[in-house]
């Protein structure tokens, strides 16, 4: 992903009709195109990938945006935030430490995307088993514990009033390549956008290729719903939390309904 930027060597001056005009350069102003989006050759025909979407989404983030001197706070809260993310998202994934590498409970996601408020992570299921599967959502909803138990707790000893909960939206489908495969689209991805937001909860994953009752912790926890999404469907079959379903209100709740 590229940006545009224009340079004052970009511009020359000329005169016309007695006045001296301003003028962006041939070249310059012809480079805003699409190679600009850093997709390559964007008619390149898609190839479909089995994938897992992982969507986390800052709560409040646009407020925290609008604090005094957010030029000041926004960088330094990022560069804590990505650094403590990445790195849980490496720890979870580890079984075991070897002198010459790392055993892993499954891949690492293949795409990482920053969104603006959140990140966006894309793991290949194509080779992963369905306990690998459940495995990384255990560990994404352990990241968004942590995020409130522990690195909010230590954020705020730096940052003033920083998001306080770390949402997280999870769907498995398949997406396909744009250009030169440096972005996706698909189904799933537009999901756990849906979910990551859906009706104040803060973790939510389709359960569509994903079975709960195949894992203790997310049989335990979770509780299978019927919802329907904006721009996915109707009676759309999702997995929440026992404890945060507990705690929506009365017209939250009335939005969803027993399978």
Not at 105 to 126: A, N
Request: glycine fraction near 6%; charge should be neutral; proline fraction near 3%.
């Amino acid at each position: 992903m590229a940006t545009y930027r224009i340079e004052s060597t970009d511009y020359i001056r000329i005169k016309k009709a007695e006045k001296t005009i301003t003028l962006l350069k041939n070249e310059k102003f012809e480079s805003f195109n699409q190679d600009i989006l850093g997709l390559g050759k964007i008619e390149t025909k898609s190839s479909q990938i089995n994938a897992l979407s992982v969507l986390f989404d800052l709560e409040g983030f646009t407020n925290f945006c609008k604090q005094i001197d957010p030029q000041l706070a926004v960088p330094e809260f990022l560069s804590e935030f990505l650094n403590w993310l990445f790195e849980q998202i490496r720890a979870e994934l580890v079984i075991e430490k070897h002198a010459t590498g790392y055993e892993l409970y499954s891949g690492l996601p293949f795409l990482s995307k920053f969104m603006g408020d959140g990140v966006l992570f894309l793991w290949d299921t194509t080779n992963l088993s369905d306990i690998a599967i459940q495995n990384i959502v255990v560990s994404m909803h352990n990241i968004c514990t942590d995020y409130v138990k522990v690195f909010y707790k230590q954020i705020t000893e730096k940052i003033v009033s920083p998001p306080a909960k770390l949402r997280c939206g999870i769907a498995r489908g398949a997406i396909y390549s744009v250009g030169n495969g440096n972005d996706f689209v698909g189904p799933c991805i537009n999901m756990s956008a849906r979910l990551q937001k859906l009706n104040s909860l803060t973790f939510c994953f389709s359960r569509r290729g994903i079975n709960p009752n195949a894992n203790e912790f997310l049989m335990n926890e979770f509780i299978t719903m019927k919802v329907d999404i904006r721009g996915i469907g109707s009676n759309e079959l999702v997995c929440l939390l026992k404890e945060e379903y507990k705690t929506l209100s009365k017209e939250d709740k009335a939005k969803f309904s027993k399978p």
